[in-house]
């Protein structure tokens, strides 16, 4: 059984940064696709990020783009989102979702249990 256990979250002043991470259990992290995803109060949950499983492919929501960036490293079997310039917009609760395919796709397999990202202005 895949395990996702976030961590990284916390509160942050408008303009700052933090790095999110995804500690994966198994041992076949590198071959899923991999991607994280965010809610906020009140709203459905949001792609923000994927990166397939050489990391050589990711994509972005618009909203992120330029700001957020995904990688990973298949020898800790670890997913990581380094946020900057954060806004207060950005708060939500952090995802992390896994996928057995090793390219992007639309499905997701694997969540954990999220990590609260607060911005304040």
């Known amino acids: 059984q895949v395990q996702l256990v976030e961590s990284g979250g916390g509160l942050v002043q408008s303009g700052g940064s933090l790095r999110l991470s995804c500690a994966v259990s198994?041992?076949?992290?590198?071959?899923?696709?991999m991607g994280w995803f965010r809610q906020a109060p009140g709203k459905e949950r949001e792609f923000v990020a994927a990166?397939?499983?050489?990391?050589?492919?990711?994509q972005y929501a618009d909203s992120v783009r330029a700001r957020f960036t995904i990688s990973r490293d298949n020898a800790k079997s670890t997913l990581y989102l380094q946020m900057n310039s954060l806004k207060p917009e950005d708060t939500a609760i952090y995802y992390c979702?896994?996928?057995?395919?090793?390219?992007?796709?639309?499905?997701?397999?694997?969540w954990g249990q999220g990590t609260q990202v607060t911005v304040s202005s």
């Open positions: 979702a896994g996928n057995r395919l090793p390219h992007i796709s639309s499905s997701w397999e694997f």
């Open positions: 198994g041992r076949t992290f590198s071959r899923y696709a």
């Open positions: 990166i397939n499983w050489s990391g050589h492919n990711t």
